[in-house]
């Protein structure tokens, strides 16, 4: 489809632009501009693509998204290159990732080549808004809600699809350093045949509670439980898990249902195994990950997503006390995984994949 595009009337100006990328931290510094396309089952589905200024969207109070919960989302990363470029990493996966969380909340697909094409005219529109800092990067939010006016309990037939892009630095305040995490005892993220697999709001919702239950504990992030026995480790609230071994094994849990498929999870899974590590998805249980800390067996464990990439996690709280994986501090594998990676995602380093894609 042709994107139609919409002058802004009052672009920010470029003074004001420097000085809120010289330090954006993470999720704050908004670019100017955004992507619509509306989708009417009525009408044909997909309509014209719009690109025009970042503005608020009307709504009606009988919207379906706020009372049915149609809601899904993707995050993904710009990133520049040396030569002044921008690229994206992997974005074909995010798309089939949208489209999956899209069939298990009842709601349309969108075409990939749509998908792409949308984040592309958001990233060349606010290529400005690129921070020089280190571990800058544009993030992009493409999502979509049921906008249909009803109520009733069915799959609404109007929806909306937006992305929007945050100038952003590193994801933690502090860079990269290790983690603290608290062991969630009595919620659960996820459960089997609910919708852990999908990026919709409502897991997310769901872990704040916990996730500030972790913060008083003097913690970073809160890790989950499974739902059934309460004693395999699934994932954090935002990002998935690696144990690393001292035997050259490494395990991640396997994709169930109730974990997200993570993109960077996939790359890394790829990555060590290229360092001729033994990567295995299976059940991985707390008391496991206790002991193998405690005895030696484990050297790292590793947390990654696409905002925070790849962190250490040093240490593991519980209302049981408390053990350190390794020294507690950055780790090898870590260290090496998260350059490689970025490495690659800024094209310093040979993509042998074909995970990059220049804007």
């Not at 529109?125 to 690129?130: E, I, V």
């Not at 933690?172 to 608290?182: A, E, L, S």
């Not at 067996?297 to 053990?323: H, K, M, Q, R, Y």
Request: charge should be negative; glycine fraction near 10%; proline fraction near 7%.
């Amino acid at each position: 489809m042709k994107f139609t595009k919409l002058p802004h009337p009052s672009p920010t100006p470029d003074d004001v632009r420097a000085a809120a990328i010289a330090d954006p931290g993470f999720g704050k510094v908004f670019t100017d501009h955004m992507v619509t396309i509306d989708y009417d089952e009525a009408k044909g589905g997909w309509q014209t693509p719009v690109i025009g200024p970042r503005q608020a969207i009307p709504l009606d109070p009988a919207a379906s998204v706020l009372h049915y919960a149609q809601e899904i989302f993707e995050g993904m990363k710009a990133f520049p290159h040396a030569d002044g470029g921008l690229a994206l990493f992997r974005p074909e996966a995010n798309a089939r990732r949208f489209n999956a969380s899209a069939r298990r909340m009842a709601m349309p697909e969108i075409p990939e080549d749509l998908f792409l094409a949308a984040v592309r005219e958001a990233v060349n529109a606010d290529a400005d808004w690129m921070p020089q800092v280190e571990g800058g990067s544009l993030y992009i939010r493409p999502f979509m809600f049921a906008s249909e006016a009803f109520l009733g309990v069915r799959p609404a037939k109007q929806y909306k699809f937006v992305v929007i892009l945050v100038s952003s630095g590193n994801y933690f305040k502090n860079g990269v350093n290790p983690v603290k995490i608290w062991v969630s005892q009595d919620y659960v993220r996820a459960a089997p045949g609910g919708t852990g697999a999908a990026k919709t709001g409502g897991n997310y919702a769901a872990s704040l509670v916990p996730q500030a239950e972790a913060i008083t504990h003097g913690c970073d992030q809160v890790v989950f439980l499974d739902a059934v026995e309460h004693k395999w480790v699934e994932e954090l609230g935002g990002m998935n898990l690696f144990f690393i071994r001292a035997d050259g094994s490494v395990i991640t849990p396997q994709l169930t249902g109730t974990i997200l498929p993570g993109i960077t999870r996939d790359s890394l899974i790829a990555m060590l195994r290229e360092e001729g590590l033994d990567v295995r998805e299976e059940p991985y249980s707390i008391s496991q990950w206790r002991e193998e800390a405690e005895n030696g067996t484990l050297l790292e464990t590793l947390a990654c997503g696409t905002a925070a990439v790849v962190t250490p996690v040093g240490t593991v709280a519980s209302p049981a006390g408390e053990f350190t994986i390794g020294t507690g501090g950055i780790g090898q594998m870590a260290t090496k995984m998260r350059e490689r990676l970025v490495d690659l995602q800024h094209g310093r380093l040979e993509d042998k994949h074909g995970w990059v894609m220049r804007v």
